[in-house]
């Protein structure tokens, strides 16, 4: 577990967002591919969690929380956005969050109690905790952008 601690978990989070930094402000000029380069990050903040032995089954819970979690907050910003503007995606996001929390948290207890239920090793750590959530939160968010600018571009 030591080498699952705070030093491991915040290095992996400063790594994994500097490459998210970098290939984000590439892809902010091109709007289709913003969607595809999240879940690509989504899949890099799982190589922290094998580098340290840890198995991606063990991170579920996180994984949904952060899934789920960011992928709401993605449609609350875009309604928001679409709506009113820049204020209202600010606003979307910090209610959807909140919001999303709440639901994300039931989806990530339940996994948590089918891990344990099956023997699977879920205990959080620094770095299970923290590269699950990052994963979770990239693809959700991902998902929901390459799904929206897909459908928007068939629609045009």
């Known amino acids: 577990m030591k080498k699952e601690g ?19 402000s590439i892809a902010i000029s091109y709007k289709r591919v913003i969607g595809p ?14 580098i340290f032995g840890r198995t991606i089954k063990s991170c579920a819970a996180d994984i ?9 907050l993605g449609i609350a910003a875009l309604t928001g956005a679409h709506f009113a503007g820049v204020l209202g995606a600010i606003v979307g996001g910090a ?3 909140a919001i999303t929390d709440g639901f994300a948290g039931l989806w990530e207890g339940k996994v948590a109690q089918y891990l344990r239920a099956h023997g699977i090793r879920e205990a959080r750590t620094p770095l299970s905790a923290s590269m ?22 068939l629609l045009i």
């Open 64 to 72: 949904i929380f952060g899934s789920i979690d960011t992928s709401f």
């Open 132 to 153: 699950g959530k990052m994963a979770g939160c990239f693809m959700g968010v991902g998902i929901v952008l390459a799904c929206v600018w897909t459908i928007g571009a």
């Open 95 to 97: 209610a959807g969050d």
């Open 6 to 24: 705070l030093v491991a978990g915040a290095l992996s989070v400063f790594v994994i967002a500097l490459i998210a930094v970098g290939s984000l």
């Open 37 to 50: 380069t999240l879940i690509l990050l989504g899949f890099f903040s799982m190589i922290p969690l094998k």
